[in-house]
């Protein structure tokens, strides 16, 4: 069935004022200057039958309640069905707390109900830009700067790779990478681009500093603005990068101020790669399903505030103002019920080649390998981050061998350890009924 499809694209700015709490670190940090404007980048589609929006966003997370009200604002104002709104992020850490991470950050009310707003205005601009547009897709691989971060010692056990100035030699990552790029190209009928939504997977905090700004996928919009012009909109989906980053632990400067401006201009030279192969599509139809888990928290245990080598000498400050923040959550919420969580998936089907599917935790690499590989689709896009914060969804071998993300944080590391499997096994049930 050839379907003419419709679409529209818009960027909003959502750039904080100087000053504004930051999130991506376990501790309070205000923004100092501007490096760069954040946005949020939306395409609605329109098939005949139904609309879509898909909104990616220059933060690290944001919260339920915050979705909530963001889709309230586009619904009052929009034919789009609340079920087929798609609110993920970019995770820039360098970038204001949209939600709380228990009470570590300060939450500004007034930028908040800003921030709602824009986000609102680029699904609604996005809306009422609608016009016939064709669809083309392919991917390559970049795995220059793709590594996983749990680093196992020559002992076994489980270092993160940020941990600065540590010595890695003899070290191996625990897991795989994901280095695969998926770029969907959304075209006028002249030919010329409207928008690009750009898959990869890994953890956009490259940047650093007390500054706000977009990171690297800021800098692979402005360099595919260069050659497309300023009017690209690029949207960037998070794959499971639960357990990635882009730290090399063999590089002789493991980071450099200028790293996360070459990180962006590879991604950027890898859609360029993609462009000159992509495949459009004969069958434009759209096809959307929503299912909710439930998945129980878990309880806090003895590993979550044992001091080990996850962050380099158990000794060192920042390794114990690690585990402070660790101790601090389970004596403040120790006592608590333990509560079951309501975790949104989402299917979003192009034709017959591009199935997107989407949770709001940060699934492990593996969880998403697995979900490409047994997919029936060419181009599998799972991402990670979408209408919620799920926190991260590990392995259970990860859990079993201790570091990081397996310590449990509320809002950050939370659900029960079935969590990615569970995930993996209903997004593969989507997959397969569509």
Same mark, same amino acid.
């Given at each position: 069935?050839?379907?003419?499809?419709?679409?529209?694209?818009?960027?909003?700015?959502?750039? !904080?004022?100087?000053?504004?709490?930051? @999130?991506?670190?376990?501790?309070?940090?205000?923004?100092?200057?501007?490096?760069?404007?954040?946005?949020?980048?939306?395409?609605?589609?329109?098939?005949?039958?139904?609309?879509? @929006?898909?909104?990616?966003?220059?933060? $690290?997370?944001?919260?339920?309640?915050?979705?909530?009200?963001? #889709?309230?604002?586009? $619904?009052?104002?929009?034919?789009?069905?609340?079920?087929?709104?798609?609110?993920?992020?970019?995770?820039?850490?360098?970038?204001?707390? #949209?939600?709380?991470?228990?009470? =570590?950050?300060?939450?500004?009310?007034?930028?908040?109900?800003?921030?709602?707003?824009?986000?609102?205005?680029?699904?609604?601009?996005?809306?009422?830009?609608?016009? !016939?547009?064709?669809?083309?897709?392919?991917?390559?691989?970049?795995?220059?700067?793709?590594?996983?971060?749990?680093?196992?010692?020559?002992?076994?056990?489980?270092?993160?790779?940020?941990?600065?100035?540590?010595?890695?030699?003899?070290?191996?990552?625990?897991?795989?990478?994901?280095?695969?790029?998926? @770029?969907?190209?959304?075209?006028?009928?002249?030919?010329?681009?409207?928008?690009?939504?750009?898959?990869?997977?890994?953890?956009?905090?490259?940047?650093?500093?007390?500054?706000?700004?977009?990171?690297?996928?800021?800098?692979?919009?402005?360099?595919?603005?260069?050659?497309?012009?300023?009017?690209?909109?690029?949207?960037? =989906?998070?794959?499971?990068?639960?357990?990635?980053?882009?730290?090399?632990?063999?590089?002789?400067?493991?980071?450099?101020?200028?790293?996360?401006?070459?990180?962006?201009?590879?991604?950027?030279?890898?859609?360029?790669?993609?462009?000159?192969?992509?495949?459009?599509?004969?069958?434009?139809?759209?096809?959307?399903?929503?299912?909710? /888990?439930?998945?129980?928290?878990?309880?806090?245990?003895?590993?979550?505030?044992?001091?080990?080598?996850?962050?380099?000498?158990?000794?060192? =400050?920042? @390794?114990?103002?690690? /585990?402070?923040?660790?101790?601090?959550?389970?004596?403040?919420?120790?006592?608590?019920?333990?509560?079951?969580?309501? #975790?949104? /998936?989402?299917?979003?089907?192009?034709?017959?080649?591009?199935?997107?599917?989407?949770?709001? $935790?940060?699934?492990?690499?593996?969880?998403?390998?697995?979900?490409?590989?047994?997919?029936?689709?060419?181009?599998?896009?799972?991402?990670?981050?979408?209408?919620?914060?799920?926190?991260?969804?590990?392995?259970?071998?990860?859990?079993?061998?201790?570091?990081?993300?397996?310590?449990?944080?509320?809002?950050?590391?939370?659900?029960?350890?079935?969590?990615?499997?569970?995930?993996?096994?209903?997004? =593969?049930?989507?997959?397969?009924?569509?």
């Amino acid at each position: 069935m050839n379907t003419t499809l419709q679409a529209g694209v818009y960027r909003a700015n959502i750039t !904080p004022p100087i000053g504004i709490s930051m @999130a991506g670190s376990l501790s309070a940090t205000y923004a100092t200057k501007i490096c760069g404007q954040l946005y949020a980048a939306a395409a609605v589609f329109d098939d005949g039958e139904q609309e879509v @929006a898909i909104v990616s966003v220059d933060v $690290c997370w944001i919260d339920e309640a915050n979705v909530k009200g963001i #889709i309230e604002k586009v $619904c009052a104002k929009s034919a789009i069905k609340p079920e087929n709104i798609i609110i993920t992020v970019t995770q820039t850490h360098t970038a204001p707390a #949209i939600g709380p991470l228990m009470d =570590l950050y300060p939450i500004d009310q007034n930028y908040l109900e800003v921030f709602k707003s824009q986000v609102a205005t680029a699904i609604l601009s996005a809306w009422e830009r609608k016009r !016939p547009v064709r669809v083309a897709v392919g991917k390559a691989s970049n795995p220059h700067h793709c590594f996983n971060r749990r680093m196992v010692s020559p002992e076994g056990y489980i270092v993160a790779n940020f941990i600065s100035g540590w010595d890695f030699a003899g070290y191996t990552p625990e897991g795989p990478i994901d280095p695969e790029i998926v @770029a969907v190209r959304l075209e006028n009928m002249d030919g010329s681009p409207l928008a690009f939504l750009v898959h990869f997977t890994n953890h956009v905090n490259a940047q650093g500093g007390a500054v706000i700004g977009p990171d690297f996928t800021g800098e692979m919009h402005d360099a595919l603005c260069a050659v497309y012009g300023s009017d690209i909109v690029t949207l960037s =989906l998070p794959g499971a990068a639960g357990n990635i980053n882009w730290i090399n632990t063999g590089a002789s400067e493991r980071w450099t101020p200028d790293l996360y401006k070459k990180i962006g201009h590879s991604l950027a030279g890898s859609v360029l790669e993609i462009n000159g192969t992509m495949q459009y599509l004969e069958n434009n139809a759209l096809h959307t399903e929503t299912r909710i /888990l439930s998945i129980p928290e878990r309880p806090f245990c003895e590993y979550d505030i044992k001091a080990d080598f996850t962050f380099g000498d158990p000794n060192s =400050l920042d @390794a114990k103002a690690f /585990l402070s923040t660790y101790r601090y959550a389970q004596k403040k919420y120790g006592d608590r019920p333990l509560a079951s969580f309501d #975790i949104e /998936l989402k299917l979003l089907k192009i034709g017959g080649e591009i199935a997107i599917v989407t949770n709001p $935790c940060e699934l492990f690499v593996e969880f998403g390998l697995e979900i490409k590989r047994r997919s029936p689709y060419t181009y599998t896009v799972p991402v990670d981050l979408t209408n919620g914060m799920g926190g991260y969804a590990p392995t259970k071998e990860a859990f079993a061998a201790g570091g990081y993300e397996v310590r449990k944080l509320p809002h950050a590391s939370y659900l029960d350890h079935s969590a990615g499997g569970r995930i993996v096994a209903a997004s =593969l049930e989507m997959l397969h009924k569509a």
